[in-house]
C-alpha cells in the first residue's frame, strides 16, 4: 500500500549548478541571485527609512530656528534669550541626526557594496563579482559595525546642514541686540545688551565665540574623514582647503598601502583576520579537508603536551571571521577531540589575503 502523500522530492541539481545546500536541498545560481535582489531591495528600504529620520531631524532644527526667530525679532523686548536656548536646542538636534546617520551609512553601505561589487560587476569584462563582496557583505551581517565614527557624522552633517541654520541663528541674535528696542549706536552700548543677570556682556560674547568656533573646527577636522561612501558626496565637499587637511590627518592603511587608489573606489572595511592553531591527532585528515572546503593553507608545527607528555601536531590556519564556523565543523567532522584556539591577527600577508607590499 502506497502513501497517498508522498514526501516532497528534494531538489537535486548538478553539482556545477548548485552554490551552496541547507538541509539537502541545494540553491541554484539563478536562485541565489534572486535571494540577493530581494535582500538590496529590504536594505533598500531600511536605508530609506533611515534617510527619512535624518530628514525628520534636520525638519525640526529649521521649525525651531524659524519660531525662536520669529519670536524675538517681533517683540521689541529683550528676548534674544530665546535663541541662545534655541541654539542649545539644535545642537541636541545635531547631535541626534549624527547618530542617526551613522545607522544610515551601516544599511547604505551594504546596498553600496552590492551595488559596486556584485551588480556593477555583472556589467563589465569579465563578468564575475569582486572576489572579497561577499566576504565583506557577510561579516557586515554576522559582525554589524558602525563604518562611521560618531565625530564624523557629527561634522559631516554640521557642513551639510547645519552649519547655515546655525549662522541664521547668529545673525539673527545679532540683529536682535541691534535692533532693540532703539538701534545701538556704538559698541559699548551693544556689548552691554547682550549681558544676561550677573554675566556680563563681554562673557557672554566670548562663550558664543567659543561655542561656534568648535563648531565650526569639528566640521573642518573631520571633512577628510571618509570613512563610508553610502551616500553620494565629494570627498572634499567642494571646499579645496580641506585636501591637505585631509592628506595630512589620512590613517586609512588602504591609502598607505595603495596611493593610486581613486576617490570613486568602492567601499570596504577590512576585514577581521583571526589565526586558527588546532592541536590534532589527525593532522593530515584535517589539513586535506581544510586546503579543499575553504581553500585556505594550513601550516604543522610539531609540539609536545606537557599534561599527557604525548606528541601532537599543532596546525596554524589564518581566516577570516566569517570562516570560523565552517573550520569548526571540519575539524569536528575528522577530530572531535581535536583543540582548537581561534585569536584575532593584527594583520595578515599573502596570498587569499592583503598583498605583502611594502
Sequence with gaps: MTDSNPAPEKNTPPPDESVWSYRGYHLRSSEFTTAMVHFYRAEIQRSN?????????????????????SFALSSPQNHYGVIILNSLLVTIFLWIEARRYRY?????????????????????????????WAENLAESLLTPEFPISMWEAFGRRF????FWIFMVLNAAWAFKIYLHPTPALT?????SRVSIGSISGEVMITLGLVFNSLLILAGILTAGLTQ???????????????RGLWRSMEVHEEHNHHPEKTETSSPRRRRQQLLAIIITTKPR????????????????????????????EVLLVALTVTETAHLKALVQAQDSGAFVIVMPAQEVLGRGFKPLKM
Design 187 to 191: 559698541w559699548a552700548d551693544f556689548v
Design 285 to 312: 585528515e584535517v589539513a586535506d579537508q581544510i586546503i579543499k572546503e575553504m581553500r585556505r593553507g594550513a601550516t604543522s608545527l610539531h609540539g609536545q603536551g606537557m599534561y599527557s607528555n604525548t606528541e601532537r
Design 49 to 69: 527609512t533611515w534617510r527619512m529620520r535624518l530628514d525628520n531631524t534636520t525638519n525640526w532644527a529649521v521649525i525651531t530656528t524659524s519660531a525662536a526667530v
Design 104 to 132: 544610515y551609512e551601516l544599511w547604505s553601505l551594504r546596498t553600496r557594496l552590492m551595488e559596486t561589487d556584485f551588480f556593477a560587476a555583472m556589467l563589465v569584462p569579465p563578468f564575475t563579482p569582486h572576489p572579497e
Design 159 to 162: 557642513r551639510r546642514n547645519y
Design 228 to 242: 563610508a561612501s553610502g551616500e553620494v558626496l565629494p570627498k572634499f565637499e567642494g571646499m579645496p582647503v580641506f
